[in-house]
Each structure stands twice: as structure tokens, then as C-alpha cells.
């Protein structure tokens, strides 16, 4: 027999003064408001946080809510067990039911998973909570996590649990096969447990910092040690846009093998130096050479090996970021733009990643389905019926394809809006103006695209009495040389090629054919930083370069060999620029638009500047375009 | 000055902001006070990484005893990110404590660093009253070696549940502290927390964090953290009896002047019968080498070899012939041991089971080296 104190307090009649005694040892003022804050905040995000269940209401993981339409984030590894389901599952809010449930995009590397929750009504709005910025949590900060531990809760009523922030910007390793890396995580005392994979975690105004998804356990059982982390808030907004075009998001390397100098000859601050470059990475092709120091990678700076990986790990493939670095680890600092190369792409697999032993990222590989319990996942057969089925279309690159068509569509809409619609001038077109090389000479300029016999599209540049380039860039006989004319622009009448094919047929149908059959030609590519250059033709740095950045819708094309990335403004989708490339080996050539007016109903760039690599070609400026019809 | 001094304390409780966040200074002005320790380990759950309490402007810190400094590369990275060399001046397995020192690279031992470093002063944290049960404590260590460099340590918060006495285990040891520990609601001692501070929510120091130990009933890992004013009584083989206090140790051990004292000898027996002789045990710590393997005993049954280096036992490093015989006097006959020995570069782990001495075989007495003089 036991009892506890009270009962032995009870049982000599003590037990309403014990009680009483209690109650006026009120905690002090401040304690008592922070409580009733941290209540109100509770009750406030509450409704938003998900338990993401098989069909049918077997708790998985966690999630929460970040839009009124029903968008919700979770774990990738909560999700992957659907897969075999056709990615349909059920999640349970805190009002008691359980809504149908697509997989939208993935992030397998950061653990990441956009889902959408599909409303019971059409038209019924979902409660979401607001995102937080990560980057201004620091340790020793209250935090709030919440989800579903251990399926406990059958109507769906999150657990929040309370601790403290008790790391930023950790770095834990992939688990297996090179996914599940937390880069630049959060670490948190706050009690975690199995089924609480996914959810949320906010700080104590109740908005979303990150996704709790992994904690340390080594020796101490699977449940709550102490020590959890979550994916920062911060790297999934990097991520979101490709995650809602339904992308199968990639992370990136440099290209570039990066080792601690100094650690040997005793120097106490070590330095980052770069030890091995694959000559088709960006870095390469900047100039950077082994011994040069890396100072700082995309505004952070990188002082060790966790750095590295914490400012690399954030970031999708193909982003540009600036990098500065010291040739030779002396002298001034250069600042540069790269693009970040892919992590999961075939060639870089069979050349078994980045080269050296330092190389930034563990061996890629694909996790195979994992066999739910008893070999078939539960609720296969409802949620093949369930309306969330209809919204699944898989395709090699995509977590769902449906949402990439949805996203192009919308994105097309709003792009015909702000530019009209081109798809009537399909015939010859022409443009006059004037053209200033970045050398400073200057004249006058003729742009004629004529659609050929062989009904290929041949471009010319006519710039004042120099001898016009043309380049037929789907002829049977163009050269590579052809390819990057006019000479020292990586391309121009290749991309000028490009920008009429785009915008007199502006759809996913003809004309968008790769040559490779399983890679569709016309698609959504998420969203990307883009640094546009201005008419005074000046190669931004520093901070001047950080505010020109513009985070842009991107619509992916491929004709032929060639890929081009359309760039267009979040707010209102205006064409900011794009960039043609032909190979990996070489720079695109990237042009920026401005001065947008109309010609025949449609509203035209007047102002297009031409970069390669790290050198502006000129600045165009047209003075009147000539649209002929089919 | 005296009143301003008086005044911010009152302007900053009073603060909204304060009371929001109250441990990010905090936390901040802990982290300066640590260091993360780098040794030996790695194998077996003895982590290789662990924490460290400054306790000096030049270099002195505190941790436990714990086979990460068993090792002449012991590493530390400061706060700032250096990373430096450090040394074992002194330890005292009674307090589960270790006195280092960090070594600036072309200086001596014993010369000056040119360290400036913040610390913990180690005499006014003993001094200072007890913490109680209920008392919100927070725990900064290196658990999991999640901080590289200049990562900050981990903080994690939590209150003093009890403060008691822990009849803990480890392996087939005792665990050598037997006083009082903070015992906390936390999870603070995992992996490599080993040696961080304990401090109060405003950042004073209470205790060192404790090397990780478990329930065995419950198989539940122990939170708790060995106050500084930790004192133990330790009688030597005249029953005379030494008192030794953390700050005590600190101060001699800084001037290299502590000398633990000598410990009653187990007189209880040579424990379980392996068939093992050493070299001769002429020094201080003669390291446990083999020099000879009785045919047929256990240890020759397990395949241990002459020149093989006994290193660990149970988990536990043995780090002298002494210790050796310390660690098999609490075996028994029949008894089944692990011990990693050392062959050339690699260690290889064996399972001995025990047998009974032999009759007729001349028992080894239990060997003290002569002091030193």
C-alpha cells in the first residue's frame, strides 16, 4: 500500500489547509502573466497543429498548417510510408475530424514535406499559423512544441510540451543513404517523442520557427532525451516555393571539396580553404583555385567544416548565392556569384560526389519504399477512392506532378495578365534599337527573327556596320561556336531565340520537347534568387547585391538541348529575366528585362542587359519591335 | 556607483524583455566559462568528447575523471572557437573530478599562456548557499558533441529535485563519488555532458554535471550534478583520514601540489583467478602490460597475448597495474569480464570468465609502489 502526501495529509483531516496553503502562495505578477501569454498563444495556433494519419486515422507524425487553402508541413519521413498509397493520407486537426490529405512537394534530404489538406466544404478556410524568423532564435529562448506523441491524442488535441532553445545552427550528419541531413538546425530541450515527428515548433509568440523532426538518442531508447532538433523555419522558406510546384526538391554542393587549414601547424582560428574543385562547378569557372580561403557563403561566414555545411545545407540546387573568398587565402576579399550544383543528379552519383574526402555531402541515393505495417500500409483501399486521389499525377523529379501543372497554369494566368498574350504573333519578328557594349562602344542595333524553309527560326544581330551574327538554333548544321553568338555574350541569339519561341506559344503543349523524352519541356521550377544587373551595366557587391535580389516564380523550358529558366516578379509576374544553357560546362547567358511597354496589346521588355558568367556583355535598348502574325 | 549597482538589478527585473527571455545572457555568459574537451574514448559508449569548467583567466578547468583525459591529445575548443592543447595536472577519483590546464603552442607546461579568459571562481561557488529542491537550475554541456569550435554548448533548463546521496553503479564499479549530488529534473548527463556546469538561472555555478550512470532497477539514466562544495573523507591503509574539498583540490592541484591520498588497499582479495602477470610494478603507474600467460588459465583460453596492454575493464580504463588490481578485486570467480587490450595499434575485446586460483600457485601480493620521495 502507498499513498502520497496528500492522502497522508487527507487521512489527519490536513488536507483544506494543505490545499488552501497552496493556493495563496500565489507565484509573483510576472510569472503569472508570462503563464497566461503562454496559454493564450497555445490556444491561438492549437487549431493549426496536424496529426498526420494513414487513411483512416492511424497516427503517424505531426504537422501543422501554414495557409488557409490547407498547405501543411511535416517530415518526409512521416510521409514516405504513404507512398504506396498513392501519397493520399489523412490529417487530423484539433477540431476532432480528419481531412483527406495529397502529398504536394518533398524535401528528402531536409526531411520536408508540403502536404495539402482538402477542405470538407469548397471554399472552407483552415486555421494556419503565421511563419517566424528562425534566424532570431537564440539559445536560453522559451519554445513550444507540439504534435501528436505516441498517437495519444484520438480527437486530434495537440500535446505542447515547453523548454528552452538550446542550440542554433547545428549540424547532424544524414541518417542513412544521404538523406534526413539537419543543417543549420535548432536544437531544444523541449520534450519530443516518437509521433511528434513533423510538427511544429514555435517560440512564445506563437509563430512557426521549425519542424521538429530528429532528436539524439544514442544509448537512451527512442524517446525524448533532452536533446531535439528542428529543421529551421528559415530553410524550408528556401525551399517552399519548389515544394509547392510539387517539385522533388534536391540540396546542393559547390562543386568544391573545402578543408580546415592550420588545424596541424597549430594556428588556434582555423581557416576554411578550398582543396579540390570539379572544373563544371561555378567556383571553378569564377577563378577559385585550391589554397584560396572561403570567408563567407550566401551572407554567412564560414569558419569551420559545420559552417560549411550549415550555410550549403539550406539552400536548393541551382541557387545563386555570393561567395567571398581570398585568392590564396591573402589579400583582398573577392566576392563572386555561384550556382550551386545538384546533389542527387546522376553524374554526380556515378563520380561518387564531390571530389576529396572533404567533400560536402554523403553519398546520394534514392530511400526505397519503406514496407508499412504487415507489408501494406493501412487504408490503401479507401484512399484510392478518396477525392485527394484525383490530385496525384507521379513523374520522375516530381513528389506530385498535379501541383506543378496547378502551379504553371496559375502562374501563366498571372504572367498573361501582366503581359498580355503573345501566342497571336507567331510570326517574323523584329526589333531597332541601340546596343552599348560593356566596353563602351555603342551602335545601332537590328534584331530580326525570320522562321526558315525547314521551318527553324533563324536570329540575327545586325550591330551598325560590323557583319551581322545568325544563328539557326534547332538547324541541323549549327556549330557549337554558333551557339554562343554574338561572341563574348554566352548566347544572346540563342536566348533572344528562346524568349519569342516562349512568348508567342506560352503554354505546356508543342514546341517545349527536350531531348530527353521523360523530362517534361514546359514546367514549374520553383522559385529562385536572381540578381538583376541595371543599365549602368555594374556588377553589384556586397550589401548593394544582397537588396537587388529578387526571390522569382521560375518556369522551366527545354527545347532541344536547350534549358532556359523564365524569371518573373513574385508580386505581379513580371518578367525579370531568364537564362539559356546549352551544357553544364558553360555559364548560361542570362538577360535582364526592364522598361516593359506595350506593342500591339502585349507588353514587351525595352531595356534587355546581357551577363555571362561573371562579365556583362551590353545593354539593349529597343526603340520599336515589329510582331508579324502567322 | 554603489547605487547604480543597487538600481540595474531592479530596471532589469522589471523589464518585459527580461522576463521573456531571461536565460539568452545568461546562457551567453555561461558558454564563455566552458570549454569542450576532446580525448580519448570513442568505443564501448566511453564517448571521446566531454565538458570542462573554467575555473582560472589562464586556462585551469574542471571536469570529471573521466577516461577522455586519458590521453597525451587532450584538445579543447574555447568558446571563440580556438582550439587548443591541454594537460591533466590533477585528479581525484574520490570527487570524480580532473584539474587541467590549457597549453598555448611553443610554451612550456608551467609557463604563462597569455590566456584572458572568463571563469567560474570556484571558492565563492562553494561558499555560496545550497540550491534546494525546486530551484530552476540550468545545464550547459557539450552532450552529444553537438558544438564544434565556436559553437555554443547546449543549455537546457530545468529544477533541483532532490539532493541526495546516489548508490549508482557503474559497470561492476562503485561510483566513486559518495556525497550529496544535485539531482535535476533535466536531462542533462547525456553522452559527453560530463564536467559542465550546473549553474543557477542567473548563471552562478552550483556543480559539475556527473559522468553518466543508470539505474539499474529502473534502467533509467541519472540526472544530477556534484556540488561544489563537495567534500569527501578518504582514509588511508593507517586509518588516518584526509579531507578533501573541490575548491581544496583546485587550489593545490593549480600549484601542483596535490598528492591524492593513499587509499585504503582492498585487502578483500585478488578477485577472480585470469592467469594474467604483469611486468614489474616499479613505478607510480606501471602500465598494465602482459609479460607472461599461464597455459590453460582464462586469459589464455580468451587469446590474450604476451605485450598485449590491459586498457579497459568492464568499460572502465585501467590505467596502471594498480588499478588493474583494483578493478579485478571486485570480480569474482565465475565471473565473466570484457577487457579491450591494446595489440600493437588496434584494441581487441576479450571476455574472460573467471576461474579459481589455482592450488599450489604462488598468489600475487597486492603490489603498492614506493612513494616517492
Known amino acids: 500500500m502507498f499513498f502520497d502526501r496528500r492522502d497522508a495529509l487527507k487521512a489527519f483531516g490536513l488536507a483544506p489547509l494543505f490545499l488552501a496553503g497552496r493556493a495563496i502562495a500565489a507565484p509573483d505578477k510576472t510569472a503569472a502573466d508570462a503563464e497566461a501569454e503562454r496559454v493564450k498563444v497555445i490556444a491561438m495556433v492549437e487549431p493549426a497543429v496536424a496529426a498526420v494519419c494513414f487513411y483512416g486515422g492511424q497516427v503517424c507524425g505531426s504537422g501543422v498548417v501554414i495557409s488557409d487553402d490547407g498547405y501543411c508541413l511535416t517530415n518526409y519521413h512521416v510521409v514516405q510510408p504513404m507512398e504506396s498509397n498513392g501519397s493520399v493520407m489523412q490529417c487530423g486537426l484539433a477540431d476532432g475530424k480528419l481531412y483527406d490529405t495529397i502529398l504536394v512537394g518533398q524535401d528528402k534530404i531536409g526531411d520536408v514535406a508540403l502536404v495539402k489538406l482538402l477542405p470538407k466544404k469548397e471554399g472552407d478556410k483552415f486555421p494556419f499559423v503565421k511563419l517566424g524568423d528562425s534566424s532570431k532564435l537564440e539559445p536560453g529562448m522559451w519554445s513550444l512544441a507540439m504534435g501528436n506523441p505516441f498517437g495519444l491524442a484520438l480527437d486530434f488535441t495537440p500535446t505542447v510540451t515547453f523548454g528552452l532553445v538550446s542550440g542554433v545552427n547545428r549540424y547532424q550528419p544524414p541518417e542513412g543513404k544521404g538523406t534526413l541531413e539537419y543543417t543549420d538546425c535548432i536544437q531544444f530541450d523541449t520534450s519530443i517523442n516518437p509521433g511528434n515527428s513533423g510538427g511544429p515548433l514555435f517560440n512564445m509568440q506563437g509563430e512557426l520557427v521549425g519542424i521538429n523532426g530528429r532528436g539524439s538518442f544514442e544509448k537512451r531508447g527512442r524517446v525524448n532525451s533532452g536533446v531535439g532538433y528542428a529543421i529551421s523555419i528559415n530553410q524550408i522558406k528556401n525551399f517552399l516555393g519548389h515544394m509547392k510546384a510539387g517539385i522533388d526538391t534536391d540540396h546542393a554542393t559547390l562543386g568544391a571539396a573545402i578543408s580546415t587549414a592550420g588545424e596541424e601547424s597549430g594556428e588556434s582560428i582555423s581557416k576554411m580553404v578550398f582543396t579540390q574543385l570539379l572544373d563544371e562547378s561555378d567556383a571553378a569557372r569564377r577563378g577559385i583555385k585550391p589554397q584560396d580561403q572561403l570567408l563567407y557563403f550566401g551572407g554567412r561566414s564560414v569558419t569551420s567544416t559545420n559552417d560549411f555545411k550549415n550555410v550549403l545545407g539550406i539552400y536548393p540546387k541551382e541557387w545563386r548565392l555570393p561567395l567571398r573568398y581570398k585568392v590564396g587565402g591573402q589579400g583582398a576579399a573577392k566576392e563572386t556569384l555561384v550556382r ?83 501566342t497571336a504573333f507567331a510570326g517574323n519578328w523584329k526589333a531597332d534599337g541601340d546596343i552599348k557594349l560593356a566596353d563602351g562602344r555603342t551602335g545601332e542595333l537590328k534584331l530580326e527573327w525570320v522562321d526558315d524553309k525547314d521551318g527553324a527560326t533563324e536570329v540575327k544581330l545586325t550591330r551598325g556596320n560590323i557583319s551581322p551574327d545568325t544563328v539557326k538554333p534547332l538547324g541541323t548544321d549549327i556549330t557549337p561556336a554558333d551557339r554562343f553568338l554574338p561572341q563574348g555574350s554566352g548566347g544572346l541569339l540563342v536566348a533572344l531565340f528562346q524568349y519569342k519561341l516562349f512568348f508567342s506559344k506560352l503554354n505546356q503543349g508543342g514546341g517545349f520537347k527536350s531531348n530527353d523524352s521523360t523530362n517534361p519541356g514546359f514546367t514549374h521550377g520553383g522559385v529562385e534568387p536572381v540578381y538583376p544587373v541595371g543599365d549602368d551595366m555594374k556588377l553589384k557587391q556586397g550589401d548593394d547585391l544582397a537588396k537587388s535580389r529578387i526571390d522569382c516564380e521560375v518556369i522551366r523550358t527545354v527545347v532541344d538541348n536547350y534549358t532556359t529558366k523564365w524569371f518573373f516578379h513574385p508580386k505581379d509576374a513580371t518578367l525579370v529575366g531568364w537564362e539559356t544553357s546549352f551544357n553544364k560546362e558553360e555559364d548560361p547567358c542570362e538577360v535582364y528585362t526592364s522598361d516593359h511597354k506595350d506593342v500591339n496589346g502585349v507588353k514587351l521588355p525595352h531595356k534587355l542587359v546581357v551577363r555571362w558568367g561573371d562579365k556583362v556583355y551590353a545593354t539593349l535598348t529597343i526603340k520599336s519591335y515589329t510582331l508579324g502574325k502567322k | ?26 546562457s551567453q555568459q555561461v558558454n564563455e566559462k566552458v570549454v569542450k574537451i576532446f580525448g580519448a574514448g570513442g568505443f564501448r559508449g566511453a564517448t571521446n568528447y566531454s565538458t570542462g569548467v573554467l575555473v582560472s583567466a589562464d586556462g585551469h578547468f574542471v571536469t570529471i575523471a573521466s577516461q577522455t583525459l586519458d590521453t597525451s591529445e587532450l584538445i579543447v575548443h574555447l568558446f571563440d572557437g580556438r582550439r587548443m592543447k591541454a594537460v591533466v595536472l590533477a585528479t581525484e577519483p574520490e570527487l570524480d573530478i580532473a584539474l587541467c590546464y590549457i597549453r598555448t603552442e611553443g610554451k612550456k607546461k608551467d609557463e604563462p599562456n597569455g590566456l584572458d579568459l572568463a571563469f567560474f571562481d570556484i571558492n565563492e561557488s562553494a561558499k555560496r548557499k545550497p540550491a534546494e529542491p525546486g530551484d530552476w537550475v540550468l545545464a550547459h554541456s557539450n552532450l552529444f558533441e553537438v558544438a564544434m569550435r565556436n559553437e555554443p554548448v547546449s543549455v537546457m533548463q530545468g529544477s533541483i529535485i532532490s539532493f541526495s546521496k546516489l548508490h549508482g553503479k557503474r559497470g561492476i564499479f562503485d561510483f566513486p563519488y559518495r556525497g550529496d549530488v544535485y539531482v535535476v529534473d533535466a536531462i542533462s548527463n547525456g553522452p559527453g555532458a560530463g564536467g559542465g556546469p550546473l549553474t543557477t538561472r542567473k548563471g552562478e555555478l552550483l556543480g559539475l554535471i556527473g559522468r553518466e550512470i543508470k539505474n539499474s532497477q529502473t534502467e533509467t539514466w541519472i540526472n544530477y550534478a556534484i556540488p561544489t562544495f563537495a567534500e569527501v573523507e578518504i582514509k588511508d591503509d593507517k586509518d588516518v583520514v584526509t579531507k578533501v574539498s573541490i575548491p581544496k583540490f583546485v587550489e593545490l592541484a593549480k600549484e601542483g601540489k596535490y598528492k591524492p591520498p593513499t587509499k585504503v588497499i582492498n585487502k578483500g582479495g585478488l578477485g577472480g583467478y585470469t592467469g594474467l602477470k604483469f611486468v614489474p610494478n616499479v613505478l607510480d603507474r606501471t602500465p598494465p602490460y602482459v609479460d607472461e600467460i599461464i597455459p590453460d588459465s582464462p586469459a589464455a583460453k580468451a587469446g590474450i597475448q604476451v605485450n598485449d596492454l590491459v586498457s579497459f575493464i568492464d568499460g572502465e580504463p585501467i590505467y596502471s597495474i594498480k588499478s588493474y588490481q583494483d578493478a579485478m578485486s571486485r570480480t569474482r570467480s565465475g565471473d565473466t569480464v570484457r577487457m579491450e587490450v591494446r595489440r600493437g595499434d588496434n584494441l581487441q575485446s576479450v571476455d574472460l570468465k573467471l576461474g579459481d586460483w589455482p592450488k599450489g600457485l604462488l598468489k600475487p601480493t597486492v603490489t603498492v609502489p614506493p612513494e616517492k620521495k
Not at chain 2, 1 to 26: C, E, G, H, N, Q
Open chain 1, 340 to 422: 550551386l550544383m545538384a546533389n542527387m543528379d546522376k553524374e554526380v552519383e556515378k563520380e561518387g560526389g564531390a571530389p576529396g574526402g572533404g567533400g560536402p555531402q554523403p553519398g546520394p541515393g534514392k530511400p526505397g519504399p519503406q514496407p508499412g505495417p504487415g507489408g501494406q500500409p493501412p487504408g490503401a483501399a479507401k484512399a484510392a477512392k478518396s477525392p485527394a486521389a484525383k490530385m496525384y499525377e507521379a513523374k520522375k523529379g516530381f513528389a506530385n506532378f498535379y501541383f506543378n501543372k496547378q502551379e504553371t497554369a496559375r502562374l501563366l494566368e498571372s504572367l498573361k495578365k501582366a503581359h498580355g498574350d503573345g
Open chain 2, 1 to 26: 556607483m554603489r547605487t547604480i549597482r543597487y538600481l540595474l538589478p531592479l530596471l532589469l527585473l522589471a523589464s518585459p524583455a527580461v522576463a521573456a527571455d531571461p536565460f539568452v545572457k545568461v
